[in-house]
């Protein structure tokens, strides 16, 4: 049954649930490109599908502008697949059960996806109209954004004619988007020894949660709480007063989203569990070198809590045993980890003196993992994958040499993927003047016009194409890339009728 067949514009929530029906994560994108593709066979339309599963959909400018210079649609069609724990729904075969209330889009226990599944929604509804009227059109879906942009890497331009762009993967109505940050994904890998568990040890898992997360990009300026940092200031904490191996450590599940979960399983010896066996234990005196486990995390609990009081109210740490693992980090290993945890540079480094409020370079320690040996033989690792960002290229530069740096220092080494280029503000715009005209007449305002620190597609697609003018924007959204995700119905209709007013006045 269909949930948002009674709001307008119809047609672009039909396709958005349409969109939303099918498994689209990044990385998996077989599915919606596979559907792209089959619009536009039935729809009489050319396309083109890529071995990455970009679509490229053609359609003639409509009567009165089939000589108008060709306009770029463009959008990605893979989305952040993140559920709550407990939700049942498989991301990688499911689709979404969406939720509306009170003018509100959301998806039960998942992300939604609007991010940008409206984009492709705008898109395949004027693709698929026949009164709109619109120049020539090449409607551009690329995949796998989410993960470092790498569809519209991958993707060959030279098909493609228009010099004009518009872009629809913003999530803030009223801001025009012209400018943003370069990026790239940086993994440092710790190699790790391992041996076996002293059978007569403790293990207990410490967990970090309840973080609020969020995007890497556009709100790192929020100072939220690094569930993974704040693990290993923990971590080290146990490490200073106690005899203590790590077997292993995870947080956060994707590099360009702020972790707001993360665990370790800590081993700990009979020398010190021997008078903590009992959290509390009346017989440890006062000025005890080690406090008990139990006092050391309700310790470390009120000192995030107080540092994250107005960003994380609700971070939690908490301690529970476990069973023991069958292989543990040797001591050596152990510190170096933590070590690498506890200097890993992670959030804004510096802001920009050009555009107030704009973050200029930052870092987000996305994804911990640990990879365990096969056998005994071969060293396993931990993995401290990152997404790197600057609107200033030298600066980019400058922190990804500072993580080969920490890699070498401590035995290991850097792999950076998904590197991209800055989308520079460009003085001359026509397209920008003209959709700021459309908005003051609209809206009977003016629009913000911003720089992003976030990567966006159109500095890709301006790299490969010179000439080109594009500027982003889209309907209101909250919490992209959280299962608190959601989508304003309102702002989406006000912003498919500024969009079809962009394209009328584009003749």
Request: aromatic fraction near 4%; glycine fraction near 10%.
């Given at each position: 049954m269909s949930i948002l067949s009674s709001i307008e514009p119809q047609n672009v929530f039909h396709y958005f649930e349409e969109i939303c029906s099918i498994p689209h994560g990044s990385g998996h994108t077989d599915a919606i490109s596979n559907y792209l593709a089959a619009f536009a066979e039935a729809h009489e339309l050319k396309y083109i599908k890529d071995a990455s599963n970009n679509v490229i959909i053609f359609k003639p400018g409509t009567s009165g502008y089939e000589t108008s210079a060709p306009v770029m649609l463009q959008g990605h069609i893979d989305m952040v697949a993140v559920k709550e724990k407990d939700c049942p729904i498989n991301m990688d075969t499911d689709g979404l059960k969406l939720k509306l209330e009170n003018g509100?889009?959301?998806?039960?226990?998942?992300?939604?996806?609007?991010?940008?599944?409206?984009?492709?929604?705008?898109?395949?509804?004027?693709?698929?109209?026949?009164?709109?009227?619109?120049?020539?059109?090449?409607?551009?879906?690329?995949?796998?954004?989410?993960?470092?942009?790498?569809?519209?890497?991958?993707?060959?331009?030279?098909?493609?004619?228009?010099?004009?762009?518009?872009?629809?993967?913003?999530?803030?109505?009223?801001?025009?988007?012209?400018s943003c940050a370069g990026g790239a994904t940086a993994d440092v890998q710790i190699p790790v020894k391992w041996e076996n568990t002293n059978e007569k040890a403790s293990a207990y898992k410490l967990s970090v949660s309840h973080a609020c997360g969020g995007h890497s990009g556009v709100e790192i300026n929020k100072q939220s709480a690094n569930a993974s940092k704040v693990l290993g200031r923990v971590l080290n904490a146990l490490a200073n007063d106690f005899d203590m191996k790590l077997s292993t450590l995870s947080g956060g599940l994707k590099d360009n989203a702020i972790p707001t979960d993360a665990e370790a399983v800590v081993i700990f010896s009979d020398t010190d569990m021997s008078d903590i066996s009992t959290p509390g234990h009346a017989d440890i005196p006062a000025n005890s070198a080690h406090a008990s486990l139990q006092d050391l995390i309700s310790k470390w609990n009120q000192i995030i809590r107080h540092e994250c009081t107005h960003t994380d109210p609700d971070i939690c740490i908490t301690l529970e045993p476990v069973d023991l693992p069958a292989a543990t980090m040797a001591d050596t290993s152990t510190h170096t980890v933590i070590d690498v945890l506890m200097a890993y540079p992670n959030g804004v480094r510096k802001m920009s003196k050009d555009i107030a409020g704009l973050v200029q370079t930052s870092l987000n320690l996305g994804i911990l993992s640990t990879i365990k040996p096969d056998d005994q033989s071969t060293n396993g690792m931990v993995s401290f994958k990152s997404s790197v960002r600057s609107s200033i290229g030298s600066e980019k530069d400058a922190l990804l040499n500072s993580l080969k740096s920490l890699a070498t220092l401590a035995g290991g080494t850097l792999t950076v993927t998904g590197d991209y280029p800055a989308w520079e503000y460009r003085e001359d715009s026509p397209l920008r003047d003209l959709m700021v005209k459309i908005f003051k007449q609209q809206y009977g305002k003016e629009p913000v016009i911003q720089a992003l620190h976030a990567g966006v597609e159109c500095g890709i697609f301006a790299s490969k194409m010179p000439g080109l003018d594009c500027v982003s924007f889209g309907p209101d959204m909250d919490d992209i890339h959280t299962t608190n995700e959601s989508m304003n119905v309102e702002s989406v209709r006000r912003t498919w009728e500024y969009t079809l007013e962009i394209l009328k006045e584009l003749k």
């Open positions: 509100i889009i959301s998806a039960e226990g998942t992300t939604l996806g609007g991010d940008d599944g409206i984009a492709v929604a705008f898109a395949l509804a004027i693709l698929d109209s026949h009164d709109i009227p619109h120049p020539p059109l090449e409607a551009v879906f690329t995949v796998d954004e989410e993960i470092g942009m790498l569809g519209a890497v991958a993707l060959d331009c030279t098909p493609l004619s228009s010099r004009i762009m518009l872009n629809l993967d913003s999530e803030d109505e009223g801001y025009l988007l012209v």
